[in-house]
């Protein structure tokens, strides 16, 4: 474990801390006067490896060459030249900081970190870290590289959960949730709906679907899965007599079919590594999936009775209905498929190029 200390005067900034790896939504912007919950789970942090935040230079200040060496291979609106490897914990997590005034923009709801660190070191006031609690965004305080260092707490060195471990102790995510909103006509309220992790995980694994394909059809026939990426499919890609073949695979799951193209696999959520088949199958691509949305998809929770609690005899299972489906189809998210597919080589093939310059028009046709 790690505690991060102010770089100027060594004041502990955060609590002890386990790193894992950094979430696929950790910049995700959802909706609009959404209230997002925090990013990060308690006692952990994750390290963004790309600049992120400002100051941005829009794509026509970019050279082509510089974005390729950074392995950005197809036009975006913008480019970060902040500095790379930001840290990003829970706001409870932190310890020792105050705001300061007049860095505290946001789009309407709260701080949103567009006009650089916000929180202070309250010992010397140096700059340290942005704290985003504004509407549509993650709950996240992100650490300035440069203005904190990391400091080991134990001496012993953890070592990550076995995949048969993190199988059999991980945390599955939902594919619905209710969301909160600000603002209403009615003031604060809820409806329900499709995960907005599952719809960043699938932004994500389309991008790597669609470089995948090569260019053909693919199918995915399975359950939930097909429901999350088949359209979307079947709208990007043409059709055909012979299509490519994307199946789930992962730790405790059976062999995969030698015959599947593709692989639909989970990454660790420690190391962030993506898991790998054995044998034959180790040929085929593997399109990464967070692992509590794979762990969801692979072994789905069915809705089965409980235990009642309170008065209720011992024994006594409590029937709840089960929870209410969303009133829309599966759409993935734009912003993430748009920031994966840029950075995948494939990207360069003329075909993804224009995937991605009409990219409004997909979400127009309620694909993103």
């Known amino acids: ?92 997590d932190t310890r020792g900081t105050r705001l300061i005034p007049d860095k505290c923009g946001g789009y309407c709801c709260g701080l949103d970190g567009a006009d650089g660190p916000n929180l202070a070191c309250e010992a010397c006031g140096l700059p340290v870290a942005s704290r985003i609690d ?65 719809e960043a995980a699938a932004g994500h694994a389309l991008a790597h679907l669609l470089a995948a394909s090569q260019g053909g059809p693919v199918t995915v026939r399975d359950g939930l899965t097909e429901d999350v990426f088949q359209r979307a499919l079947d709208t990007l890609l043409p059709a055909g007599p012979t299509a490519r073949r994307a199946v789930l695979a992962g730790p405790e799951r059976p062999a995969p079919d030698t015959h599947a193209d593709i692989l639909l696999v989970p990454t660790h959520p420690q190391t962030g590594k993506v898991w790998a088949p054995p044998g034959p199958a180790a040929s085929a691509y593997l399109v990464p999936l967070p692992f509590g949305v794979w762990l969801w998809l692979a072994f789905p929770t069915p809705h089965l009775p409980i235990p009642a609690s309170g008065t209720m005899p011992d024994g006594v299972l409590r029937d709840d209905p089960p929870a209410p489906s969303p009133l829309r189809l599966f759409q993935a998210d734009p912003r993430t498929f748009q920031h994966t597919l840029a950075r995948l080589p494939a990207v360069r093939s003329p075909w993804l190029r224009d995937t991605l310059a009409n990219l409004t028009q997909h979400t127009r046709a309620r694909i993103f």
Request: with cysteine; aromatic share 12%; net charge negative.
């Open 134 to 198: 504004d509407c549509s965004l993650w709950q996240a305080v992100w650490l300035a590289p440069n203005a904190v260092h990391r400091l080991p707490v134990d001496d012993a060195a953890a070592t990550p959960l076995s995949w048969t471990e993190v199988t059999a102790t991980g945390k599955s995510t939902p594919p619905f949730e209710p969301i909160a909103t600000w603002g209403g006509l009615l003031g604060t309220g809820h409806f329900w709906s499709w995960s907005p992790q599952w």
């Open 1 to 92: 474990m790690f505690v991060f200390v102010c770089a100027g005067c060594d004041t502990e900034l955060t609590t002890p801390l386990s790193q894992v790896a950094l979430p696929v939504h950790a910049h995700q912007k959802y909706g609009n006067g959404i209230q997002l919950p925090v990013l990060m789970e308690p006692g952990t942090f994750a390290v963004e490896p790309e600049p992120w935040g400002p100051p941005w230079r829009t794509w026509e200040k970019v050279d082509p060459d510089e974005a390729a060496a950074r392995g950005i291979y197809a036009p975006l609106y913008a480019l970060s030249d902040g500095e790379p490897g930001a840290i990003v914990v829970a706001p409870g």
